[in-house]
C-alpha cells in the first residue's frame, strides 16, 4: 500500500515471503560482505545479476525494488563521473578534464556493490514482516531492545516522511522558497532548515511520546517475551541457506585463490 | 474495597520552580467498578495524576513526590513500573505516537507479550479486546489507514489485551472529530457495563459524560477543587466556568434559564433527553412559557446574510475537482464563492476534503480540473509566494512551524520571505504580538512558550503576513475552552479589520456562537452552505458528514412541537426565549 511509503514492507504471498527471516537475514550478510571481497566489475555484476534473478524468480515487482534504488540513483551518477577523473589510463580528454579508464572502472565497481547490497535489502524489507525481522534478530542472539529499536526505526520512517511534508507546507503558506525556487545551492540548502528544524524537535516528541506509551505497556517487564509467530525451520529454508553458503564460500574460495582482486582482472582476458 | 487510593500526594517536576507543584495535595480514592471522571483545564494536572497511578511519574520523569497511591494492593513508590502498567492500562492523547506495531495484530500483541503469556492465551485476549472495542476482523489492518476514532479503539483494545484492573484514559478524545468521540465513549459504555472495570478518564468534553461516569473530580492548578457525583459537580456553574470548563448545553440553558427567571427550577438535567422531559413539564406545569422566537432567529439568519454585501470575491471556486497522482478524488466538482471581508467556517468529517480545498487556495495544490481564483487571479498563473502574499494560512499544529530562536524572529519570517523594508517588517511583527498578546515575550524561546501560547504565536507568524484573507486549520484543538475562546476573539477582531477568515473546525458549539456563515463538505462535495443557524439546522443532511449540531439546538428542535425556534445555536439565545408565564 502506499501508505506504508517507500522502502516497506509489502503483503504478498511469494516464496521468499514465507521463508524464515533468518535466512533472509543470512541472505542479508552474505551479500553485503562478498561484494566487498571483489574489485573486478565482472565478479562485482555476476553478483548483481544472481540477485537480481532471485528477485525475478520470486515476482518481486521491479517497481518494489526500484523505490529502494531510486535514492541513490544520484550518488551513482556521481560516483562514476568523480571516480573517472583520477588515474592512469586516459580514455578521453576535454580541455583540462582527463577522463581515466581506470577510474571509471573503479567507480563502476563501486555502483554494482551497492547495487547489489540495495537490491538484496530490497528483498528483504520488502518480503519480512518487520515483526518477524525482530524475532528472527532476536532467535539469532541479539538483544531484543536492540531488535525492537531498529524495527521502530522502520515503523517510523513513513510517520516522519509525511510530517516533513505537512512542515513543508506549513513553510511554504509562509512564503519559504523549497528547491529551484530557492535560487542557487546554498541557498537551497539554507531553505532545508525551517524544515528540518521542526522535524527534528516533532521526531524528539514522538520518541518521547512512544517511550511512555511503551512503559504503559510493560517494555522490559521480563525476559521472557512471547512473539506472535514463532519460527520454524522448513525443508526450503534449509536448501536455501545451504545454497547461499555454497555461494559464500565458493566466493571467499576464488578471491583466495587470486580471483577477482584486480581493477582490469577480467578486461584485460577480452 | 477501594482500588485505587490517594493521599497527600503531592508532585512538582525536576524542571519546575520550588514553589510550584503539579500536583498539590490530592486525597481520593475509588471503589472498584467506579467510573469517574477528572476535569480541568490545561496544565490543572490531569496528566501528570494519570502518569502517577502507573508510576511513570515519578520513576520515569524524576521530581519529587510526596503522600502516597496504592493502585490494587500496590504501593507506586514501592512497586516497579511494569508490575503497575499490568493493573492500571494507560491510554494517552495522541493515538499516532503510542503504536508500536505496524499492523493491528502486532499491537494488540505487544503489551501481553512483553510479559511472556503463553502465545494461546494472548491470542484469546487480542479477540476479546478487539470484540469489546467493535473491531472485530481489524487484525490484519495498519493502524495508519484507519480514522482517528479507530485508531484510537486500537489504542484502547492494546491496553485492555493486558487486562488491567484500572483503566486511565488521559483525554482520549481530544484529538478525534465527534464521530471518532462517540466511538470511544461506545466502547468505554461496554467496558463498563459488561466488564465493570474500574474507569478514569480525564477530558475536558463534558457532553459525553452522563450515562457513563458516576462521579467527577475537578482538579485545578493542581489541586481537587470539587469532588462528587457527576449530577451534583454539574450544578456549580460559577466555579466550573471560572476555571474554563463548560458543562453540557442543556445545563448551562438551565442555569441561565434560573437566573434569567430568578426563580430555582430544580436540579439541572444532564442529558438532551432529561432535560426535553423536564423541560416540557415545566412547561405543563405553567412555570416557563416560551416567546415568540420567530422574529429573534429571523432577524439573526437575515443579519448575517446581508454582511458583506456582495462585494468582490476573495476566493472564487468553480467546478473544482481534484485528486492526487494515482489516487481518487478528493474533490468532485466544487461551485463556491467567498465574499471579501467574510468569516467562515468549513464543517465535515475527516477525509470530507476541508484541509485539501483549502489548500487550493494559496496555492499549494492546484487544481486537477475547474478553477480557483483569489481576487479574481487563477491560482494556476500565480506563484505559491505571491498568492501568500494575499493568502495566510496558519496549519493546525504550531510546532510544524516554528524554527526561529526568538519570538520575534518567528514572527519576522514570513513578512522577511514576503520583502517587506525594515520598517514595515518592525510595524507588522509588533503589530501582530500586540494583537495576540505575547508582545512581553518577543525575546523568548518559543519552545518555553506554553502550549496555547504557541498556537497563538503560529497565528501572530500569520497575521504579522498581513494577507487579506486568513485561512485558520483546526485552531482550537487540543486546547482548552478558555483558550479556545480567545484564539476565537482574535479572529473576530481581525475579521473587523477587514479580513477575510475561513477557518476549518470540529468544534460545532465554537462554530455556532462565534463565526457567522458556514460551509459543510461532505465526501468531496459541497453539502450545505449558508448562516450558520441555517446550515446548522439541517440535522438530517449534516449527519451525511457525521457532524451533529450543538446540543442546544437539537433540544430547541426536540421541542419544536411547543414551539421552539429550530434555528437557535447557541445557549444564550436559548435562555432569551423562555421567560415568565404572562409575560407576553
Known sequence: MATRGFMAYVEGDTFLHRLDPRVKLFLLVVMVVLPLLFIDVVYLFSLVLAISLLAAISRISFQVVFNFIKPVLALFVFMLIIQGLWGVEPLYSLGVFTYYTDGFLLGLAMVFRMLSMVITAAIVISTTEPADLVVGMRSLGMPHKVAFMILTAFRFVPTLMSRAMLIQDAQKARGLKAGEEAGNFIKRVLAFLPVLIPLYISALELANKLSLAMEARGFGASNQITYRKELEIQRIDQVLIVLIAVTAIIGVGLRLAGFGGNLFGSIEMF | MDIVSVKNLSYRYPTQLEEAFALNNVSFSISEGECVTILGPTGAGKSTLCMALNGIVPKVFGGKMTGEIIVAGLNTREANVPDLAQRVGLMFQDPESQFVGLTVEDELFFGAGNYGLPREEILERIRWALQVVRLKGYERREPSTMSGGEKQRVALAAILSMKPRVLALDEPTSELDPLGRAEVFDSLKNLKEQEGLTILVATHHCEELPGLVDRAIVLNEGQVLLDGRLEDVFQEMDILTSIGIHPPQVVEFWKGVEIRLGASLGAAPLTLETACRDFRELVNQGRVQIADGRSEAAEFASGVDANPASQANAVRVRDLWFRYPGGLPVLKGIDLDIPAGDYVAIIGQNGSGKTTLVKHFNGLLKPTQGSVQIFGKDTRTVGTTALSQRVGYAFQNPDHQIFRPSVWEEVAFGPKNLGFDKERLDQAVSSALQMVGLEAEKDTYPFNLGKGQRQKLALASVIAMQSEVLIIDEPTTGLDTRTSLEVLRLLHELNRQGHTIIVITHDIDLVAENVPRTIALSQGVLLL????????????????????????????????????????????????????????
Open chain 2, 529 to 584: 452552505e449558508g448562516p450558520t443557524a441555517v446550515v446548522l439546522s439541517q440535522a438530517d443532511l449534516l449527519k451525511e458528514t457525521y457532524v451533529t449540531p450543538p446540543q442546544i439546538m437539537r433540544f430547541g428542535q426536540a421541542l419544536a412541537d411547543i414551539g421552539f425556534p429550530c434555528q437557535v445555536a447557541t445557549v444564550q439565545e436559548a435562555i432569551g426565549i423562555v421567560e415568565r408565564p404572562g409575560t407576553r
